[in-house]
């Protein structure tokens, strides 16, 4: 059940769980008064509305939706890991530095490499209208075609260069009216590679 009320979304009308999962108003109620007892869910009971139903931080650690913040780990001299957990994180937004209005576009394409930008990794993009600054990693739309690609921007004089990081790939120049920036890059999501994974 816990499951369930993250998939149709907080906060979420009993009714509407009930109907989601096919049982009766009444079998909800009991299940829903269990889970608040366990401090797995809070119930908002409005007459007019109905109740409300929303996952505590139990449950959304009972459902599977948090992950645990161990602290820091070295990536330089080694430091004695506690294994406790200090936070946990329910939300992108609880680890990146994200705003409403951003987006996620899954990135195809190895140009950005050098930054650790992998195929299949996500990149957190913030709109924006205006210049970049130099060496900003944006979203551009390309002259004359219904694409879009992931770039450093630099300007130089009357062009704009798009750089990759990866060598195998040469800079792009155009004319600043050419290039249509969509936004830049403030975070990025990617997995380990299957080949620097053993067993994977």
Do not use: C, W
Not at 54 to 68: D, I, K, V, Y
């Amino acid at each position: 059940m816990l499951a369930k009320i993250a998939e149709l979304g907080e906060p979420v009308l009993a009714v509407d769980l009930a109907r989601a999962l096919g049982i009766s108003r009444q079998g909800v109620r009991a299940q829903l008064l269990a889970l608040e007892r366990k401090g797995f869910v809070a119930l908002d009971k409005r007459p007019r509305h109905g109740t409300l139903v929303r996952l505590t931080e139990a449950g959304r650690r009972a459902a599977g939706l948090s992950l645990p913040v161990l602290g820091e780990i070295a990536a330089g001299p080694p430091v004695f890991a506690e294994g406790v957990a200090e936070a946990y994180a329910e939300r992108i937004a609880d680890l990146l530095p994200v705003e409403p209005g951003d987006f996620l576009l899954r990135v195809r394409g190895d140009s950005m490499v050098g930054l650790g930008i992998r195929p299949g990794d996500y990149v957190v993009v913030r709109p924006f209208s205006g210049e970049p600054t130099a060496g900003a990693v944006v979203v551009v739309l390309l002259p004359g075609e219904e694409t879009a690609t992931l770039k450093r921007y630099y300007r130089k004089g009357e062009r704009v260069v798009l750089r990759s990081e990866n060598p195998r790939y040469e800079d792009l120049v155009f004319r600043p009216e050419e290039v249509r920036v969509q936004g830049e890059v403030v975070a990025h999501l990617g997995v380990l590679p299957k080949g620097l994974r053993p067993g994977a």
